[in-house]
Nanobody, 114 residues
Framework: QVRLMESGGGLVQPGGSLRLSCAAS????????MNWHRQAPGKERELVAS????????TYTDSVKGRFTISRDNAKNTVYLQMNSLKPEDTAVYYC???????WGQGTQVTVSS
């Protein structure tokens, strides 16, 4: 059974930073591409960042390029999202997802506000 547990969200001022974590289990993490998605109120869920199984290749949606960094630790079955220079428009519930599986975690709320 695929399980994903996101953590690290919170309330931060514009320009601040947060580091999200996602602990994964129930599948072979080290051979699976991992994604971070987010869903803002009233909007569809969008793909934010993706990382290949070995962590060599990463991709980002344009709005977060240069500010967010996705990384992973295959020894810990964990994927991270370092978010810097946060903006109010980054406010959303953030979810990690294992590609090829349909399961979602509960997400972690990120609120950027002064």
């Amino acid at each position: 059974q695929v399980r994903l547990m996101e953590s690290g969200g919170g309330l931060v001022q514009p320009g601040g930073s947060l580091r999200l974590s996602c602990a994964a289990s129930g599948f072979t993490f080290s051979t699976t591409r991992m994604n971070w998605h987010r869903q803002a109120p009233g909007k569809e869920r969008e793909l934010v960042a993706s990382i290949s199984s070995a962590g060599v290749t990463t991709t980002y949606t344009d709005s977060v390029k240069g500010r967010f960094t996705i990384s992973r630790d295959n020894a810990k079955n964990t994927v991270y999202l370092q978010m810097n220079s946060l903006k109010p428009e980054d406010t959303a519930v953030y979810y990690c997802k294992a590609t090829l599986y349909d399961s979602w975690g509960q997400g972690t709320q990120v609120t950027v506000s002064s």
